[in-house]
């Protein structure tokens, strides 16, 4: 009995790691100095930009864990919900695709998939 309760913890705290990690990996396409990119680089980061923005708006927009002991009988709980993050990346994810979307302008350069 014990463990089937340690399972389900463990299996909550795993999903919590994966969300992290995701978030993580929107935010370091943030670090990337678009500016110095070649055409052909800026035109496949643009592309990573949608891919994390609609990854990020897709998804559940935040985690949150909640544990709860039942008086009298004994009892555990682990319990799971979701809401907002606390730091959205969706935001900057916007702004740096709008930055993306200007200079790609400036070099002349049209995104696949989108019509001038």
Avoid: H, W
Wanted: with cysteine; net charge neutral.
């Amino acid at each position: 009995m014990k463990g089937r309760y340690l399972r389900g913890a463990g299996l909550i705290v795993l999903a919590l790691l994966l969300g992290a990690c995701a978030s993580g990996a929107s935010r370091s396409l943030l670090k990337e100095d678009y500016v110095a990119m070649t055409d052909q680089e800026l035109l496949v980061y643009y592309d990573q930009l949608n891919e994390a923005l609609a990854k990020e708006e897709g998804g559940p927009s935040g985690f949150g864990l909640g544990l709860g002991l039942g008086v009298g009988s004994g009892s555990f709980s682990v319990g799971a919900s979701q809401g907002m993050y606390v730091d959205d990346p969706t935001v900057e994810l916007r702004k740096r695709r709008n930055q993306v979307r200007l200079e790609l302008a400036r070099r002349g350069l049209q995104p696949a998939g989108e019509v001038p």
